[in-house]
């Protein structure tokens, strides 16, 4: 449908059609390079020092209020997190932490469960950018109970300023949570409860994380794989994902397609909202600043920005360079083993390529019904 490049062989006069890449968050291809590009770029950005991954949750009862109030409440998660690291960086310790934030809103059998996943330097840069703190030495970050508390004060804090400024909404169901006496209400019984926050241990090479916390951000929240089966009869979809209330077990969910497609498509971010947020260090308006002290004290050279390489990531490479890292070539025919050759460009309607095989006395395999030749 976008169109792709033609390539013929010069001997059996094979063609080869080569479609163009549609760059969306719901093909498998596609997203999974995009999310590996944008793993790969990161990396090449962070410090070199040990890190921490972070998992901050909100209870249940509060997941009705920000599906209904996206994304003004989802942006309020992100102040939320970077406020309370922030805070215990510049009030306990005197620093300044390099944190990196992606929201994820789903559950693994794709219920609406909007979480933080965060990449934060173990120690930080002193306020006045003088030396590299390191609090606790090596492997610590911070206590649960104290994260616990200061990511619960600031979520609840700015959701009770969201609605004294009416800029939430409710639904029908629960429309007496509209009345200010009635939310605060409900605020002070999640203030009694005990939040979901998880540390990690220190990481010394963070690739791995960061290509799991980020892997959602480019590409759909279901991989292909998972989805099992299909019973066009009963409308039916079966897909399998990870039971954690059974240990980690995988499970398997039956349900109709509308109300599958609908578990997918409600994790599609609003347009122009960002995924993934940078704070402390890693802020955008001040990276560069902040970076060159902290490389400069420990002692670290900037990454040099190289055009890509046969040495470089598979994922940085251009499109026949990948294939030939994988061991093919793409345009090589697999019958004479010889190049092939450029025949033609093509945009938008398939009769051209139908043409050319018409031509060549060939049959298309038709995979979209535009390009049957009959």
């Known amino acids: 449908a976008l169109g792709c490049h033609l390539y013929a062989c010069p001997q059996c006069e094979r063609i080869e059609v080569v479609p163009h890449s549609c760059k969306s968050r719901f093909c498998p291809t596609c997203g999974k390079h995009a999310t590996d590009r944008w793993a790969a770029g990161v990396l090449n950005d962070l410090l070199d020092v040990p890190y921490h991954h972070l998992v901050l949750a909100v209870p249940a009862h509060l997941r009705g209020v920000l599906s209904f109030n996206r994304p003004a409440t989802l942006n309020l998660l992100f102040r939320a997190a970077t406020a309370a690291l922030s805070q215990w960086g510049r009030e306990q310790h005197g620093l300044r932490l390099g944190i990196m934030a992606v ?25 006045d950018a003088s030396r590299w703190v390191r609090p606790y030495g090596d492997g610590w970050l911070m206590s649960h109970s104290g994260l616990k508390k200061m990511w619960r004060y600031h979520v609840l804090r700015a959701l009770r300023r969201a609605h004294r400024a009416g800029e939430l909404r409710f ?29 990690g241990a220190s990481l010394r090479d963070p690739n791995f994380t960061l290509r799991y916390i ?3 951000t480019k590409r759909a929240v279901l991989a292909e794989y998972r989805i099992t089966d299909y019973d066009p009869e009963r409308g ?16 398997y969910k039956t349900l109709p397609v509308l109300a599958f497609l609908g578990r997918l498509i409600r994790h599609i971010p609003d347009k122009h909202f960002k995924m993934v947020r940078y704070a402390g260090l890693f802020a955008t308006r001040w990276r560069q600043h902040y970076l060159a002290h902290a490389r400069s004290l420990l002692g670290q050279n900037k990454p040099a920005t190289q055009e890509p390489t046969h040495d470089s990531p598979v994922c940085l490479l251009p499109w026949r360079e990948r294939r030939l890292a994988e061991g093919t ?46």
Not at 108 to 125: A, F, N, R, Y
């Open 236 to 251: 039916t979809v079966r897909f399998a994902f990870q039971d954690y209330a059974q240990g980690g077990r995988t499970s």
């Open 214 to 216: 980020g892997r959602y």
């Open 171 to 199: 639904s029908k169901t629960a429309a007496f949570l509209a009345e200010y006496p009635r939310f605060n209400a409900l605020l002070r019984r999640l203030y009694e409860m005990i939040w979901y926050v998880h540390i």
């Open 329 to 374: 070539d793409p345009l090589l025919c697999p019958i004479c083993r010889v190049p092939l050759q450029f025949m033609r460009l093509v945009f938008g309607p398939h009769e051209p390529i139908a043409e050319l095989f018409r031509a060549a006395g060939k049959r298309l395999q038709p995979s979209h019904p535009a390009w049957d030749t009959g």
């Open 103 to 127: 929201l994820h809103t789903f559950g693994s059998d794709l219920k609406w469960h909007p979480h933080l996943h965060l990449l934060v330097t173990e120690g930080g840069l002193s306020l």
